[in-house]
């Protein structure tokens, strides 16, 4: 997203609504003890991340505009907004999908997976709890994008190659414009929404916020720094949370 904060809304309107509710290099915080210990590390979280197998080359790319307002001027715009604020460790990423189970309808590709909340900033979430977390913007098979757009979307591709559905990719890798990509091991300040079914048979979180809802963080307690996703700065964490939730 642009610095402005505002963007214009393009191509695939009807799906981002139905799927959104509403860099600096990276400081290491402890030394690794050898590159066996590395391996290990790159095999679970390998395994954990269901599009670590996807080959690069059969991806094809999609950034999309969305309208997205944020406050520059308030720096704890996005903890008042949202009644969920944590910071998580992503466990896994499980896979992409274009059908929630919350909206059981067609929705922008969205990651889903499971996260841990490490420390609660805001909301009622128990520290040590592992949950079903879900983002806007995910990895799924070219028909499976394909089939999540309506007639006027598809046509409009149609136009732009030719008359013919483009096959030259077997995945596509949709996301927002300028977000950032969730990955497996590292953990986040998180902005959330609680989501049901409705039979009330499933229960997920949903990240929020895009770029500015997600933002790695490293360090412990009020000493932690957060990633400004804009500048690749980091920062106090004190500059997106207040004082944790006691529980």
Same mark, same amino acid.
């Given at each position: @997203? ?11 309107? =009807?799906?981002?609504?139905?799927g ?11 030394? &690794? ?16 991340? =269901? ?35 944590a910071?998580?460790?992503? +466990?896994?990423?499980?896979?992409? &999908?274009?059908?929630?189970? @919350? ?15 490490? +420390? $609660? ?13 879900? &983002? ?26 030719g ?8 995945? $596509? ?20 929404l609680?989501? $049901? ?6 229960? +997920?979180?949903?990240?929020t ?15 932690s @720094? ?8 980091? +920062?106090?964490?004190?500059? @997106? ?7």
């Open positions: @997203m642009s610095k402005s904060h505002k963007i214009s809304l393009l191509l695939l309107v =009807a799906t981002i609504l139905a959104v509710p509403s860099c600096a290099p990276n400081p290491d915080s402890e030394q &690794r003890s050898g590159s066996g210990q590395q391996a290990s590390e790159s095999l679970v979280h390998s395994s954990a991340d =269901a599009y670590a197998g996807i080959p690069r080359q059969q991806i094809q790319h999609a950034g999309t505009d969305v309208d997205f307002l944020w406050d520059p001027k308030d720096p704890l715009y996005g903890f008042n907004k949202y009644p969920l604020v910071r998580v460790q992503i +466990e896994s990423i499980e896979g992409g &999908r274009t059908s929630s189970p @919350m909206s059981e309808q067609p929705v922008f590709p969205q990651t889903f997976g499971k996260m841990t909340i490490r +420390e $609660v900033y805001k909301g009622e979430l128990n520290p040590g709890a592992q949950l079903v977390y879900s &983002r806007v913007g995910g990895t799924v098979t070219y028909d499976e994008y394909w089939n999540s757009l309506n007639k006027e979307q598809q046509d409009k591709i149609l136009q732009l190659n008359g013919q559905k483009p096959t030259d990719s077997k995945y $596509v890798q949709a996301k927002i414009t300028d977000d950032i990509d969730v990955e497996v091991g590292k953990e986040y300040v998180a902005l959330m609680p989501q $049901v079914s409705k039979d009330g048979s499933h229960s +997920e979180y949903a990240i916020g895009y770029q500015y809802g997600l933002r790695e963080v490293q360090g412990s307690g009020p000493e @720094m957060i990633l400004n996703n804009e500048t690749g700065a980091w +920062e106090s964490i004190s500059t @997106m949370v207040k004082a944790p939730t006691r529980h």
